[in-house]
């Protein structure tokens, strides 16, 4: 009775009473699904809605083995990797360009970022009707220009660099806002005792600029590999997986071994698997970034 | 010398412009031939070479369309949806918030790493038992079961909660000297000051939400509860190559992001710099 008089006893039964909503909602929609999940994955059939059947760790070492599997991964370490490096690079050059003088800058800088807030399914949509064979416009050109012409979406080595490119089209605005965030907060006197040194332009950005902008590179590094490495509407929505699994991305294998063959056990030891691979690639980056930035 | 030099950066920024210009034509362009395509007649669209520019405005596909799938039920859908979400958003994150930054309590440290932990457990991975949980809940195909998978986020009160630090202690304390209640302190001293960060965080809640493709697809089954995402999926497929129709509809379903940018465009841009500072 004395403590919750005191200030503190208030603070924490307001504190408790705020957070048991909180505490409820983490619970059943963070920490059960997991554990859920983790139990599934012992299973084979439908653990939970249907026959299941007890087969211990045989998922995950069907999963290590399963050639579809090990495709599938590699294709969507492509997808992320060349991602990411396509998104980062151009949005660090724009942002260095819009950061410095130039007329109109507030202007660009939004037409640029505007596809990012753009649903994906309009993305495909106006993507799939430029890059048709027969009736779109990137081909018209093509042949217009004397180029070969090509079934974008439908070649088997042409459909994940293409999705590759789509992606970077809608995300590079969002890169390019937190770099230009990041090179407005770089102190103007490094550039000014640069200047007294004689450092032409390219030598700032690359000895000063550069550098300085390391935390932010493996921020958005890190939350670009994450999202490309559980994307699934990008291959989903432009090509189905296709063709012959070409742009079979390891998110939408999952999704259809759960939700189409109703593989519940097996789809969930795959969504472990990829949650151990999210844990790896977040922890190195941010090894990496402390050790970075402690200079 | 000084010459020379003016010369230089005067070719920088002719170069500078190009690569500018090149940039904003391609963010721009998909989105006028969507609009190109359907204002398109058949014949345009059949004559063997791609048209840019109709013959003539074919604005009978905006009739056509209507007709075939209920876009003013994906609208209200998507907007009930997003906003329900941001409505919880904004009721949970900044209080919790507040509990994380200002109040002292047993079990802070703990439950704080708790929250961020579940950072690091992204949806897709959580999809399968959340279908499975919603199933049993019986709120498959229903509005509750398509809200409540977001109604907290770990990154909303992570963001309230750094908004809410800097607020001087002295000041609640000098409430709660007064006789304060902690929800008076948090009604009348904090809340107040949180404007900016909390039309930030409704702001990207609301895209983000309205964006979803992923959870609407597994858990709606029906037509009429499809929030626009899937609903125009349903319609692309349906009107494979017919492009000039599947754009109407691309189009008319992109109106409320285009006006939602148009009119909070600087908001955006600064919502986002902000977000990425933290």
């Known amino acids: ?47 939970l809605i249907g026959d299941s059947e007890f087969t211990g760790i045989d998922n995950y070492v069907q999963a290590l083995t399963d050639q579809r599997v090990r495709d599938a991964f590699v294709r969507t370490a492509i997808f992320a990797i060349c991602g990411t490096i396509g998104t980062l690079l151009p949005a660090l050059c724009l942002a260095a360009i819009l950061a410095g003088p130039v007329k109109a800058a507030t202007t660009i800088r939004a037409i640029i970022f505007f596809p990012y807030i753009i649903s994906f399914v309009i993305v495909a949509l106006m993507w799939k009707s430029i890059l048709d064979p027969y009736t779109g416009i990137l081909n018209a050109v093509l042949s217009s220009l004397g180029l070969p012409t090509q079934n974008w979406l439908s070649t088997p080595s042409t459909a994940l660099p293409t999705i590759i490119a789509v992606t970077i089209w809608k995300d590079i605005g969002y890169a390019m806002l937190i770099y230009i965030a ?114 | 010398m000084r010459h020379v030099a003016d010369q230089r950066s005067a070719g920088t920024s002719l170069i500078t412009y190009i690569v500018l210009a090149f940039f904003v034509i391609l963010a721009l362009f998909p989105f006028f031939y969507m609009v190109s395509l359907s204002l398109q007649s058949d014949a345009d669209l059949f004559s063997g070479l791609p048209v840019i520019i109709p013959s003539e405005l074919q604005f009978s596909n905006y009739l056509t369309i209507w007709e075939k799938a209920p876009f003013a039920r994906f609208i209200v859908n998507s907007f009930v949806i997003a906003g329900g979400i941001t ?10 918030g507040y ?85 008076r302190i948090y009604r009348a001293v904090v809340l107040p000051q949180l404007g900016p960060p909390m039309a930030t965080l409704a702001l990207l809640t609301f895209v983000f939400q309205f964006n979803e493709f992923l959870w609407p697809l597994v858990v709606v089954s029906s037509v009429e509860m499809r929030p626009i995402t899937t609903g125009l999926t349903l319609f692309n497929s349906e009107f494979f190559t017919q492009w000039n129709l599947t754009a109407t509809g691309g189009a008319i379903l992109f109106v409320p992001s285009l006006l939602l940018f148009v009119f909070m465009q600087r908001y955006f841009v600064q919502s986002v710099m902000m977000s990425g500072m933290k």
């Open chain 1, 1 to 47: 009775m004395k403590f919750l008089n005191s200030h503190h006893g208030r603070q924490a039964a307001f504190a408790y009473l705020v957070l048991s909503p909180a505490i409820l909602y983490f619970s059943v929609y963070f920490f059960y699904p997991i554990a859920v999940e983790l139990w599934a994955s012992f299973f084979r059939g439908q653990p």
């Open chain 1, 182 to 295: 990041a090179i407005q907060s770089i102190p103007k006197d490094l550039y000014e005792a640069a200047d007294v040194d004689g450092a032409s332009a390219r030598q700032k950005f690359f000895r000063i600029t550069v550098p300085l902008l390391t935390p932010t590179t493996l921020f958005l590094a890190v939350i670009s590999m994450i999202a490309h490495l559980q994307d699934l509407s990008a291959p989903y929505l432009l090509t189905g997986g296709g063709p012959a699994e070409a742009t079979r991305l390891y998110a939408l294998h999952v999704y259809e071994t759960a939700f189409v063959e109703l593989n519940i056990g097996y789809a969930s030891a795959l969504s472990f698997l990829m949650l151990i691979v999210i844990l790896i690639v977040t922890a190195l980056q941010f090894r990496f970034l402390n050790r970075e930035v402690s200079y």
């Open chain 2, 87 to 96: 409505i919880l958003h904004l009721l949970f994150d900044p209080l919790i």
């Open chain 2, 99 to 183: 509990v994380f930054a200002k109040l002292v309590f047993p079990g802070m440290r703990f439950m704080f790493a708790a929250l961020l932990s579940t950072l690091m457990l992204p949806f897709f991975i959580r999809m399968i038992p959340l279908y499975i949980l919603t199933a049993e809940l019986g709120w498959l195909d229903t509005y509750q079961g398509l809200i409540m998978p977001f109604a907290m986020s770990a990154y909303g009160i992570f963001m309230m909660r750094q908004f809410i630090r800097p607020i001087p202690s002295d000041l609640l304390d000098a409430a709660r000297l007064d006789g304060a209640s902690e929800w």
